[in-house]
């Protein structure tokens, strides 16, 4: 079994930043790939960003050039850094883990972030 503790969402203004970050932990587990997904109110999941433990990372085109994915393997953490951020970005932030052994996708509880004046 896999726990996974968000943290770092919050209200900020148009244009400002935050940064998300999550932790796994569990017994004996080896992570393949960590990540960030978000929902807002009446659309589904979708991808922001993600990063293998080879540190090959995808985004969602909305998050080009403005967020950036990092991972620390030792730690089996990843943070998600997101700049100018838009009211668009509004949404529910979920941290997601797919270990190796099995392939099997675990969700963090989700962290709020909102984007608003």
């Known amino acids: 079994q896999v726990q996974i503790v968000e943290s770092g969402g919050g209200l900020v203004q148009p244009g400002g930043s935050l940064r998300l970050s999550c932790a796994a932990s569990?017994?004996?587990?080896?992570?393949?790939?960590m990540g960030w997904y978000r929902q807002a109110p009446g659309k589904q999941r979708e991808l922001v960003a993600r990063?293998?433990?080879?540190?090959?990372?995808n985004y969602a085109d909305s998050a080009k050039g403005r967020f950036t994915i990092s991972r620390d393997n030792a730690k089996n953490t990843v943070s998600l850094q997101m700049n100018s951020l838009k009211p668009e970005d509004t949404a529910v932030y979920y941290c997601?883990?797919?270990?190796?052994?099995?392939?099997?996708?675990?969700w963090g509880q989700g962290t709020q972030v909102t984007v608003s004046s």
């Open positions: 997601n883990v797919r270990v190796v052994v099995g392939g099997a996708d675990y």
């Open positions: 569990g017994s004996s587990i080896s992570i393949y790939r």
């Open positions: 990063i293998t433990s080879g540190g090959n990372t």
